[in-house]
């Protein structure tokens, strides 16, 4: 029996480069193991799914049967990796082991765990799949108050989500603005005004540190000695690639899996990809990284080999109460951030020493000058 190419993982990663294989080639062997029921949705929608009123189920496009037909591939569902043979290009499961001719690490993100003391810790809610959502609607039903801890670009998506359902969301972040990795200070107070219209309160530069249950409620300690009341507790401080398994394998890890270029980790027949990798030194956990990936990858798996090219791409937050899209500079980048602010909206420009457009974050009406100031950036990873 010919060894199949085996993706690990059914996110929009893992499916997605599925389904560019099957452009390149229709007929090659191909295996994707899930560890969970491999149903096909868009991770991004969980965070603006309430004020849709979607449910889980409705959030899944497509069943893990439905995909297996339309790729003509080998699904294995609620099957868990517990180890990678690279010697002899196996991997085993709790389904048994399987072979493989390459492989290609499609693992995801962890959210990471607050650091926080009391007796409600194991109940602060994280929200990073389909079943986490759906524990999470269920969870919120009835509910008026919510502490979200984290202030970044999913912090604010699900602050903007919630208030639009008119719940009271207080939302605790480190920094001291709102998406203080992606907007300069204006930009942010622009946007945290959006969503304080919204209902949204903002408490900066503290932490939670302790979360205890006190009746049908949480009592919230932050570090300035700050209490918070809430109903339910969502944490969405950031996620960590998952690189433990390759790790096992003696894949070179760094912030994530290291892969260059082509996608290939420090082993030649093993290639990762999505929220788990880091390509070229670039770990870009959004949809457009992964879709550029995937085309490269379909066609180096087939023996079309091809290098990954990453444009511009500016990330549009789904915060619908404040329009808001960014494309920050590279870290370490020297230059100035130039505002432009009226009545509906802001334009942050980023400008090199010798003038050039290093980055930008447009909110409100100034998002209509996306594409425009898109096509003066430089590519975050240039073709050779």
Known sequence: MTRPITIIGTGLAGYNLARELRKQDPAVALRIISA???DFYSKPMLSNGLAGNKTAAQL??????????ELAAEILV??????????GKTVVTSQG??????LVLALGADPFKPAMTGDAVAEVQTINDLADYAVFRERLAGKQKVVLLGGGLIGCEFANDMAQLGLAVDVVELAAWPLSRHLPEPAGRYLQAALGQKGVRFHFNTTATSVVRSGEQYNVTLADGEAL???LVVSAIGLHPRHA?????GLHIHRGIVVDAYL???NPDIYALGDCAEVEGHVLPFVMPIMQCARALAATLVGNTMRVVYPAMPVVVKTPACPTVVSPPATGAEGDWQIEQDATGLKARFIGPDGALLGFALLGSATAERQALTTQLPAILPAA
Do not use: F, H, N
Not at 78 to 87: A, C, L, Q, Y
């Open 36 to 38: 969970d029921a491999g």
């Open 229 to 231: 009341a809430a109903d």
């Open 97 to 102: 082991r399987y072979e493989y001719s390459q």
């Open 78 to 87: 609620d099957t868990r990796v517990s180890e990678i043979d690279p010697v």
């Open 60 to 69: 899944a496009m497509k069943s893990a049967t439905r995909m297996a037909e």
């Open 245 to 249: 398994l390759a790790q096992s394998a």
């Open 264 to 266: 290939r980790t420090s």
